[in-house]
């Protein structure tokens, strides 16, 4: 049961990152196992050389190889996901993903750039060999700001989404119960009358 939040965000704190930990308390809170890899934390120059020996690199590739569940965030940038995820992704070999359920996250400056999940970042989960890639979730950065503390707080619509995706992720990536609704009955539970 183990899910792996990948931050995409070059930056720190970031919209994006708080929208993945969002999502992290979530399913923390469903008795998930959580990993985290905030790619801005791993060496530069072993990244854009793509030094696989690297112990750094190998550590980050063997995270995503050992995770049921990927949950990944970017920040949206001239309609595409942050160079720095690109390039991990570019690390991650052809078949990464296989049997992994993917949920992806972005953040952007307007609704405008919504699309960029469907269209940018979807093809390439999908070339890596994900098995299920959930709809993803958008947010624009009035739907998460920043408070006087300095925290970034996810607003209420913003938060019945994010709801909506762990419970999805919950169910079908981590096979968990679900939290509502009725409980299943097995087969051999149910009686007919006539």
């Known amino acids: 049961m183990s899910v792996l939040l990948i931050a995409g965000s070059p930056s720190a704190p970031s ?12 399913l923390a809170g469903r008795s998930a196992r959580i990993e985290r890899l905030a790619i801005r934390d791993l060496p ?16 980050a590739i063997a995270q995503v190889a050992h995770a049921r569940v990927v949950v990944v965030a970017t920040p949206v940038y001239k309609a595409a996901y942050s160079g720095v995820l690109k390039v991990f992704l570019d690390l991650l070999a052809q ?3 296989k049997g992994k359920t993917v949920l992806p996250l972005a953040t ?11 269209y940018a970042l979807r093809p390439v989960l999908h070339a890596l060999s994900a098995r299920h ?59 007919c009358s006539v």
């Open 15 to 26: 919209r994006s990152s708080a929208l993945l930990e969002a999502v992290g308390e979530r």
């Open 133 to 191: 890639i959930l709809p993803g979730v958008y947010a624009t950065d009035s739907q998460i700001t920043l408070t006087p503390e300095n925290a970034y707080q996810v607003h209420a619509d913003l938060a019945e989404r994010l709801n909506e995706a762990v419970e999805v992720l919950a169910t079908e990536g981590l096979k968990l119960p679900a939290t509502h609704g009725f409980e299943p009955v097995p087969f051999s539970r149910v009686r």
């Open 44 to 59: 530069a120059q072993a990244l854009l050389l793509a030094d696989w020996n690297h112990p750094a690199i190998e550590r």
């Open 108 to 118: 952007g400056g307007s609704p405008h750039h919504m699309l960029a999940l469907d």
């Open 95 to 97: 078949n990464a993903l």
